[in-house]
């Protein structure tokens, strides 16, 4: 059987095995017991363990699991409902623990997906939740993917690899990106600094697409314990730079009541 996958050290088709996926040239890539294979050479690891740790993922999985962003997945798949084929094979680039194609799967069943993500552990936890899809541990920027073999690809809060993107779309092929509006978590923000700026203007151009639209999202979510403010501060940049004294202030929180601003952005490879 036949993977969507490519051989990342020669790039030939990936035959699906018992226990792996093999390429004629003899590269051998063990399936993990998850469901995942590991397609990122070593050459290209940036750490030991790159992407997400273990404890990032975990707090993203139990936010997404509580459905607090849900509004956003259904966005996303309204717009690939509206402007992708009905079936064919959409990439989730830096599918994280695979939430959002999980709702795309559901609102799109005739659709085939992969994903790939550079955190081994997020990867782990989207085969789980996908079993029917097929996981790796790749870069963006180097798809273990055929030229011309995807229909549609989907990237949401990841890196924007946009010649990689162009290479893996075939002509007339969709990009469905999901950015922070403007006002994205103010309230977490006006806890955190002392001074709140807002979030910058979203790219519209990107070499060799032609943009087609933007839809605005916003909605407002109650986080209702301290586990869920966490878990929602854990999965931010605002993490790794936030003073000592705004993390306390967070921490201090029983509850938070909080404005999700999102612009779903839609691409057309030219």
């Not at 790796?136 to 011309?148: I, Y």
């Not at 010649?163 to 403007?182: M, S």
Request: proline share 7%; glycine share 8%; hydrophobic share 40%.
């Amino acid at each position: 059987m036949t993977s969507h996958l490519c051989c990342p050290v020669c790039g030939s088709p990936l035959e699906r095995q018992a226990h792996c996926l093999r390429c004629p040239k003899g590269h051998s890539y063990d399936i993990a017991r998850q469901g995942y294979v590991h397609l990122l050479p070593v050459n290209r690891m940036n750490s030991q363990l790159p992407g997400d740790n273990p404890d990032m993922v975990r707090s993203r999985s139990r936010f997404l699991s509580g459905e607090y962003y849900r509004p956003l997945a259904e966005g996303l798949a309204e717009a690939v409902a509206k402007t992708a084929p009905g079936q064919g094979l959409l990439l989730d680039a830096g599918c994280g623990e695979g939430y959002y194609t999980a709702v795309l799967r559901e609102r799109l069943p005739r659709l085939s997906c992969v994903g790939i993500d550079i955190s081994k552990e997020a990867v782990k936890l989207a085969a789980r939740r996908n079993p029917e899809g097929e996981f790796a541990v790749a870069s963006a920027f180097h798809l273990p993917l055929a030229p011309e073999s995807c229909d549609a690809v989907l990237c949401v809060f990841a890196p924007l690899a946009g010649e990689e993107f162009l290479r893996v779309l075939r002509p007339g092929g969709r990009l469905y990106c999901a950015f922070p509006g403007k006002r994205h978590l103010l309230e977490l923000k006006e806890v955190l600094y002392d001074r709140v700026r807002l979030n910058e203007e979203n790219p519209h151009a990107l070499a060799g697409f032609c943009w087609e639209e933007s839809i605005p999202l916003a909605f407002s979510i109650h986080l209702p314990d301290r586990q869920a403010i966490q878990d929602l501060y854990a999965m931010t940049p605002y993490y790794y730079r936030t003073p000592k004294a705004g993390a306390a202030r967070l921490a201090a929180l029983e509850s938070l009541d909080c404005r999700c601003e999102f612009e779903i952005a839609v691409f057309r490879k030219q």
